[in-house]
């Protein structure tokens, strides 16, 4: 052992720094299955693994413990993005992890950060894939970018990767956010935010409008709602598209599924005070739509405030406050 306070001595930083190098060296996929490649551990490494009678050899041990290590990446990973390595398949989705992980090598304690920026390298390659074949050239990232030449192997559609690494980074967003409680509004304030050209709705942190043209829905990163992982087949794609709100609750994560004509409401209200969202909406519908509208109306408002997604009124627009300001007759 070192003196307290010294260096510690030159063979264990070499037994460290070897160590930890077959740790981070990835798992060889060219046989068919991700496996250790045992001709490429150091040698001086493998020669301090000393074992009892009976026990395995030192490269053997080494390679059990390198494979454990990968096996349990990948799972952190699949776990944090469920729909998109169910979207890409486990293979696939394996290589995408094992080069953002070379990229960026765990060091956390909790495998779970491991996850962190794989959501922006991905994007970033569905970008590329993008504008190659808006530019018309098939191919060229395929060859020349590791990150596309996965998802084009994989032969899942880019729109239903983007929307399941939508959904995924969704429910981490609400898992990752605090529950801010439930708004009650007086009847003042629902008179308000009916009547008024200003009132616009607070949304709570963790709520997020995603939508969705295959399952991907149920493969969740809280359940592992895999279904038929026994015999995983493609993703069935819906008649027509589905809309879904990942939301903290006072129990957990929520996933709640939304009729079309009040994601579209949610959506506006986004972006405009209720009164003119709800006018913007209805003025787009047909006479049938505009009926269901106002039939469910108040149920859906009561979903949101039961559900938390909202958690008040905003605050006036920047333009209403200087107008204020500058005209306190006006306030």
């Known amino acids: 052992m070192s003196p307290r306070g010294g260096d510690p001595p030159g063979w264990l930083r070499e037994l ?28 001086r490494l493998v ?27 990948f799972t952190a990973l ?49 970008q590329r894939l993008d504008d190659a074949r808006r530019d018309r050239r098939p191919g060229r990232p395929a060859r020349e970018d590791a990150w596309c030449r996965q998802i084009e192997l994989s032969r899942a559609p880019l729109a239903m990767v983007r929307q399941a690494l939508q959904m995924d980074e969704a429910e981490r967003h609400a898992y990752e956010s605090p529950f801010e409680g439930l708004w009650r509004p007086t009847p ?51 008649p027509s598209t589905r809309f879904w709100v990942f939301a903290r609750s006072a129990g957990g994560t929520a996933t709640t599924s939304v009729d079309p004509l009040f994601a579209r409401l949610l ?15 209805e003025q787009a519908c047909s006479a049938a739509e505009a009926a269901q509208l106002r039939a469910h109306l108040q149920g859906w408002i009561a979903l949101a405030l039961a559900s938390g997604w909202w958690t008040g009124l905003a ?17």
Not at 47 to 73: D, I, V
Not at 88 to 115: G, I, K, M, T
Not at 191 to 210: D, G, I, K, N, P
């Open 78 to 126: 699949q776990t944090s993005f469920p729909r998109v390595s169910r979207a890409v398949s486990y293979w696939h989705f394996n290589h995408l992890a094992a080069l953002h992980l070379a990229e960026h090598p765990p060091r956390h304690v909790d495998l779970d950060e491991a996850a962190r920026g794989f959501s922006a390298r991905l994007r970033r390659a569905l």
């Open 47 to 73: 020669a301090q693994l000393k074992g009892g009678p009976g026990s395995a050899a030192p490269s053997e041990r080494l390679a059990l413990y390198h494979r454990q290590y990968w096996m349990r990446l």
């Open 267 to 281: 959506e506006r209200c986004r972006e405009l005070p209720f009164g003119q969202a709800l006018a913007d909406v």
């Open 315 to 331: 605050e006036a627009e920047p333009r209403a406050q200087q107008a204020a300001a500058d005209d306190p007759g006006r306030a």
């Open 16 to 43: 460290q720094r070897d160590f930890t190098a077959v740790l981070r060296s990835p798992l060889d996929p060219g046989t068919g299955v991700f496996r250790e490649r045992q001709d490429q551990y150091p040698a």
């Open 188 to 238: 003042e304030e629902l008179a308000t935010l009916a009547l008024s050209s200003e009132a616009r709705l607070r949304f709570a942190v963790s709520c997020t409008l995603t939508h969705e043209d295959w399952d991907l829905a149920r493969f969740s990163r809280l359940t592992r709602g895999d279904q038929d992982e026994g015999a995983p087949g493609p993703l069935r794609r819906h």
